[in-house]
């Protein structure tokens, strides 16, 4: 059985919510599953020196139009955020509280709280919010706001990005193939040629 | 007759060197050309704050290895340069002079600065290494080395530069067509789709 691929994201990441939609079926066509890993991509950006596209004075406007551009072309939901970036310690927290009693849950989750930030343009940063996310997916309301103050929960965070950051992760999204990094939406024809060849 | 495709690219750029291998050929399948413009990105990237790939200390490490990488897939010549990144004034001067009296044989020393500098590894800082590269071409040595210190083929890169960023290019290789800017070597499948489509 071969290594998950794993799939590196931000919740606050544009182009993380473009590679979301696709990144399960690009990697099944070829018999692998994905692990899907929510970081706090400031903390990396801090390491790299990296500042955000938005903040770029022309870079930023092309961003903008790229995402619509990208949206229009994928047919996927699209509202730009009011507030953007967010911090999303709240989303990614419950997302790993799922994930250690139901992946499938935590998945479904995962989908449901880029959709209400990217799709809908509704700010997930408090808990309460998150909760309302979870909520109609069958997740009890209060577990997931204590869960999400929990100091196991929170060190959890802490940890998966701490090792994204030892494996080289500087960006969202971000997905390692058998210790092969791919950065970007931009790449996921490169992983689908990378697992098709077995690499080059 | 449709306006031609502005490509735009820093001869010190190895995703402009990348992009440069498919530009001509990726229009053409839609009746369109390329206009080939070197421009100096130093000064681009003073306006948008941002910082060199090569220079970010995580980031730099995956962009050596993704060079390497697409230069295996797309089985071009790759060599990293021992200096990188360099000053490219003299060959995108030299660009400019040629491209005046003979766009072809312009396009021609383009290919062949590039892969000077990164099929091979030279240093083509030096204008005594761009007439080296010109001179197979055809080119007279003399005459490239008195015009590349020509105050008026001086004033056109300056230009060059400035219409650019004007344009809104803060990267290389970036790509307008028809007002519609494309940023990043990784983009030729949305060009192809744009043109193809008539955009969306």
Chains 1, 2 share one sequence.
């Not at 182009?15 to 692998?32: H, L, N, P, S």
């Not at 204590?146 to 080289?168: F, M, N, S, Y």
Request: with cysteine; aromatic share 14%.
């Amino acid at each position: 059985m071969s290594d998950p691929v794993l799939f590196y994201f931000d919740f606050s990441s544009p182009y993380g919510y473009f590679a979301a939609q696709k990144i399960d079926e690009t990697v099944a066509d070829f018999g692998r599953r994905v692990t899907w890993k929510p970081i706090m991509l400031g903390a990396a950006m801090k390491e790299t020196g990296n500042v955000l596209l938005i903040d770029q004075p022309i870079k930023g406007d092309y961003c903008r139009r790229d995402w619509n551009r990208l949206a229009r072309y994928m047919e996927v939901p699209w509202t730009m955020p009011d507030k953007f970036p967010i911090a999303t310690l709240a989303a990614a927290r419950a997302f790993y509280w799922l994930d250690d009693g139901d992946p499938a849950l935590a998945r479904k989750f995962a989908d449901a709280a880029f959709h209400a930030y990217f799709g809908e343009g509704t700010d997930i940063t408090e808990a309460e919010t998150v909760a309302d996310i979870a909520e109609p997916l069958g997740v009890d309301r209060d577990a997931l706001l204590t869960a999400v103050q929990d100091p196991a929960i929170k060190e959890r965070l802490k940890i998966e990005t701490t090792q994204a950051l030892e494996a080289g992760v500087f960006g969202s999204p971000f997905v390692i193939i058998d210790g092969e990094p791919f950065w970007g939406s931009d790449r996921l024809w490169m992983i689908r040629r990378w697992l098709k060849s077995g690499g080059w």
